[in-house]
Nanobody, 122 residues
């Protein structure tokens, strides 16, 4: 089992910044990828950003140029630096981690954090 511990959410004004952190519990298995998703009330959960163990990143079009995902493999921690925040960024943000369980062949399982609320309002 991999537990994800999130922090950094809160209330900020438009144009402000927040830095989210997601620390995965110790595991002997490899965490292939980590990412951030968000869900606003009445909306579907959507991808925000992902990062592979090798550092390849992927961003939603709505956050490109404003958000940056990073990862510290030694600490099993992912970060999401959010700049130039807009009211439409308001959502609950969820961290995930894709773990590779090397059984008879590679097998992946995705874990999710409990979410952290980000509210952008003046």
């Amino acid at each position: 089992q991999v537990r994800l511990l999130e922090s950094g959410g809160g209330l900020v004004q438009p144009g402000g910044s927040l830095r989210l952190s997601c620390a995965a519990s110790e595991t002997i298995f490899t965490i292939n990828a980590m990412g951030w998703y968000r869900q606003a009330p009445g909306k579907q959960r959507e991808l925000v950003a992902t990062i592979t163990r090798g550092g390849n990143t992927n961003y939603a079009d709505s956050v490109k140029g404003r958000f940056t995902i990073s990862r510290d493999n030694a600490k099993n921690t992912a970060y999401l630096q959010m700049n130039s925040l807009k009211p439409e960024d308001t959502a609950r943000y969820y961290c995930n981690a894709v773990v590779n369980y090397g059984l008879s062949s590679p097998f992946e399982y995705t874990y999710w954090g409990q979410g952290t609320q980000v509210t952008v309002s003046s």
